[in-house]
């Protein structure tokens, strides 16, 4: 992966401001250490710094390419997984290619065939392609929402950047929230709603758009793929294998790569999947997987079964490691070092975010990074074959509203008086839930579990789902570690929308119908284990750890947070019960604190100035 950025004004010369776009760079540095490019015109500026995946010597950002006339630059961010196909077809019309790299694919499709070259790539990515003569700059994001791309448009040009802090690098993007990044923050947090970038007048492209920028026309953003409602004709066989070739077929494809690739190991089904495929594909080139896995030290001691963790991971990661005979890797981390990360889980993310899991990840990606480039994880399996609570639990799945932040009321006793009174007034959940169920297309005459089902894969894709894909980005290119998501490919989301909720829950197993597809590939006791989420720590200490770091901002009377949280609603937190739900499981007293405490370290170092 890399990171990318650039500025477009019709107006002004950007000559004299390279300066500014090698701070720009600088920002995003991390995403790419390997090489870094800049070109520069009068009215254009594209800022790429590079991972080196596929064909490190000769795949150099800025790429350029001449075609009836025009001159085409782009930036790209991102990995396909059909470049093989695509080059193929490319070269039958005509086109011819200097390197291996997929972005002299991207590119080149894209001047063969315009934006349609969009529904032709299976992959992650963002990138912006600049045509010199014609002044268009075209811009476009993955399908699922893998790879960000954040943009800051006013009167005289645009501002795009992978990353919130490339584009606030630039000097009249105004590091300021108003009352909707406010609603962002207390009511949707980590959660943000889909295109927005939280800072007044940030947006950031949502998954499955492109868009075009020129002179004439403005910024036209448009919707290139959705998931669409068809007829179920399979039966269960035959939808089993029609799962298992599609999991198969990502994985494999994902695989590819010119560096060392390893895969996260949680011990459960999802993760013990894809390292099962990838360690037979590794083992028929006489090559042994490496796997990781993350603990917290005393979480044996301290682990509590509960209704969403039944178990705890260890012996099921130790039973795959046994039996895939892979090089397997632990990170064990303490309470200091998680608590001390928070702070830099907000420099990666650029926002208050998940906060332990945060952090978590990114020091556990630091440690990945010592041994391979490129690791595949396990995200998204559970949003696509219904394996969270919240499909399974009649009553959980009938509630009204988000069904991992039904804690609206709660969240709303922080905010101080003026600002509660707005928030109570633009009902901003309320719509935001009621718009995305609109957005869920189904097909008539089908049941009410159906429709539902329907809804709540809808939810989950455009909500839940980017949160977990912002956390995964974020807290991996932090130490330039690309993560590749297998489970996130398109044709797995369109095929699984339509399958029926009675195949998904196979023999009464949260995604059953992935179990039975790949019952081959795992042990039985791996294979039918419970879901567990993502490891967090159990032990008191990080309790009492955030409790003390979010004490002592609080002892500055001018602390920013207080500028929109009450701090009576603080105060009674720190020294509160512990049944606070703020976001799902995921987030209860002891990461609700640590958010809060994220968040006024992060109007701090933002230096985020707050213009209702």
């Known amino acids: 992966m890399c990171g990318i950025a650039g500025v477009i004004a019709f107006r002004d010369s950007l000559q004299s401001q390279e300066r500014i776009f090698r701070e720009m760079q600088t920002a995003i540095r991390r995403r790419g250490p390997d090489q870094k490019g800049l070109y520069l015109s009068e009215h254009a500026a594209l800022i790429h710094t590079r991972l080196a995946v596929i064909d490190p010597e000769n795949g150099m950002q800025p790429m350029q390419c001449s075609h009836d006339g025009e001159l085409y630059t782009i930036v790209y961010n991102g990995e396909l997984y059909n470049t093989a196909e695509l080059r193929g077809r490319l070269l039958t019309e005509g086109m011819t290619f200097d390197t291996r790299a997929d972005t002299e694919v991207v590119l080149k499709a894209y001047v063969r065939w315009g934006e349609t070259c969009l529904e032709a ?20 994001r993955d399908r699922i929402g893998v790879k960000p791309l954040f943009y800051h448009l006013n009167d005289r040009r645009l501002v795009f950047g992978s990353e919130l802090k490339a584009v606030l690098q630039y000097p009249d993007v105004p590091h300021e929230i108003g009352i909707d990044g406010v609603s962002q923050l207390l009511l949707f947090g980590p959660g943000r709603t889909p295109g927005c970038g939280v800072f007044r007048g940030m947006q950031e492209l949502p998954a499955a758009h492109c868009a075009v920028y020129s002179q004439s026309e403005g910024l036209q953003v448009r919707r290139y793929w959705d998931l669409h409602a068809e007829e179920h004709t399979e039966n269960f066989a035959q939808t089993a294998e029609h799962v298992r070739y599609l999991v198969t077929d990502a994985i494999r494809r994902q695989l590819v790569s010119d560096v060392p690739v ?25 090559r042994t997987l490496h796997t990781f896995s ?43 070092a998680l608590a001390q990360a928070l702070t830099e889980a907000v420099e990666a993310r650029d926002l208050p975010g998940m906060v332990d899991v945060d952090a978590s990840l990114l020091l556990f990606c630091r440690e990945i990074r010592e041994h391979v480039t ?33 804690s609206t009321a709660y969240r709303m006793q922080f905010a101080r008086p003026e600002i509660r009174e707005m928030l109570e ?5 309320d719509r935001e839930y009621r718009e995305t169920l609109l957005r869920a297309e189904k097909l008539p005459g089908e049941s009410e579990t159906e429709s539902r089902m329907r809804e709540m894969m809808r939810l989950n894709l455009d909500w839940f789902m980017q949160t977990l894909l912002d956390r995964k980005d974020r807290m991996s290119m932090w130490s330039a570690l690309e993560v590749r998501v297998p489970f996130c490919d398109w044709r797995i989301a369109q ?14 197993y949260e995604k059953g119908l992935l179990r039975e597809a790949m019952r081959d590939y795992l042990p039985e006791e791996i294979l039918w284990r419970k879901k567990s989420p993502y490891p967090k720590t159990h032990n008191p200490s990080y309790l009492a750890a955030v409790t003390e770091l979010l004490a002592d901002r609080l002892r500055d009377p001018a602390a920013p947070i207080l500028k929109i949280v009450r701090r009576e609603a603080l105060e009674q937190l720190l020294c509160g019960e512990d049944n606070v739900q703020w976001y799902g499981q995921l987030m209860t007293r002891p990461q609700t604190i640590a958010y809060f405490y994220q968040m006024d370290v992060w109007m701090e170092r933002y230096e985020v100035q707050v213009k209702l």
């Open 121 to 140: 790539f299976n992959g992650i990515f963002a990138f912006a392609i600049w045509a010199h003569h014609s002044g268009r700059l075209f811009l476009a």
């Open 262 to 286: 390893g895969t996260f190991l949680s011990g459960g089904l999802d993760s013990s999947l894809i390292s099962s495929v990838a360690a037979r594909e590794f083992a028929g080139d006489g």
């Open 294 to 336: 993350v603990d917290y030290r005393d979480n044996d001691k301290y682990f509590q079964k509960s209704k969403f963790q039944p178990n705890s991971d260890p012996a099921y990661i130790r039973q795959m490691q046994d039996y895939l005979q892979t090089a397997h890797h632990w990170t064990v981390l303490d309470t200091p």
């Open 374 to 406: 490129v690791a595949l994880s396990g995200e998204c399996a559970d949003e696509l074959f219904g394996g969270y609570p919240w499909y399974r639990d009649p009553q959980i799945r009938a509630a009204y509203g988000f069904p991992w932040s039904q």
């Open 425 to 429: 007034e633009r009902q901003d959940v």
């Open 495 to 508: 095929y699984l929308y339509n399958v029926p909720w009675d195949f998904k829950e196979y023999r009464g």
